[in-house]
T-cell receptor, first 112, second 118 residues
Framework: KNQVEQSPQSLIILEGKNCTLQ??????????LRWYKQDTGRGPVSLTI?????NTKSNGRYTATLDADTKQSSLHITASQLSDSASYIC???????????FGDGTTLTVKP | GAVVSQHPSRVICKSGTSVKIECRSL??????MFWYRQFPKKSLMLMAT?????????EQGVEKDKFLINHASLTLSTLTVTSAHPEDSSFYIC??????????????FGAGSRLTVL
């Protein structure tokens, strides 16, 4: 069964600090992994998309890594800002299916 | 990537009435759209896959007569919550399945619709 597990479930950090969110998956055969940011009451917005051959992808202060061997991904946020407070969702797709598997998300709170 | 518009963003209705939510793909011809439901502090739960010109495919446990989906054109899918009850109150989100610059499958989401049934 395809599964995506994210950790931690929630995280509180101070403004300006860095943090790393984790995503482990068992989706197979692997097609791509995406990180989304979802602000409260809004739809998810794509941060990064990585395929099998990519192991690092950056988008401003967001850097995602992918280890296809261990089936792990991380999202690193540097110099956090108050606006980074949101839910971060890891989504993994298999090559043989049109559906994607969603993680439960990590809720990040950045405090001043 | 695709641009997805969802309307309305918020709707309040009385119990027993029906509510229609629209999902439009503004710059991409979407043969497939997805509808999700999201409960507070939970991730998105796929309800159904909307297929242009054919019947939608519903996930297990989702009542097709309760949540009517119509995908009459390549740019519009609608979700109608029929005979709504308070337990149908939720955040409903649609997405379009498109190819990205890397060729990887990309999901672009609408902004969501908050339904409150009184």
């Amino acid at each position: 069964k395809n599964q995506v597990e994210q950790s931690p479930q929630s995280l509180i950090i101070l403004e300006g600090k860095n943090c790393t969110l984790q995503c482990n998956y068992t989706v197979s055969p692997f097609s791509n992994l995406r990180w989304y940011k979802q602000d409260t009451g809004r739809g998810p917005v794509s941060l990064t998309i990585m395929t099998f051959s990519e192991n690092t992808k950056s988008n401003g202060r967001y850097t995602a890594t992918l280890d296809a061997d261990t089936k792990q991904s991380s999202l690193h946020i540097t110099a956090s800002q108050l606006s980074d407070s949101a839910s971060y969702i890891c989504v993994v797709s298999a090559t043989n299916a049109g559906k994607s598997t969603f993680g439960d998300g990590t809720t990040l709170t950045v405090k001043p | 990537g695709a641009v997805v518009s969802q309307h309305p963003s918020r709707v309040i209705c009385k119990s027993g009435t029906s509510v229609k939510i629209e999902c439009r793909s503004l710059d991409f011809q979407a043969t497939t759209m997805f509808w999700y439901r999201q409960f507070p502090k939970k991730s998105l739960m796929l309800m159904a896959t909307s297929n242009e010109g054919s019947k939608a495919t519903y996930e297990q446990g989702v009542e097709k007569d309760k949540f009517l989906i119509n995908h009459a054109s390549l740019t519009l899918s609608t979700l109608t919550v029929t005979s709504a009850h308070p337990e149908d109150s939720s955040f409903y989100i649609c997405s379009v399945h498109s190819g990205g610059a890397t060729g990887a499958n990309v999901l672009t989401f609408g902004a969501g619709s908050r339904l409150t049934v009184l």
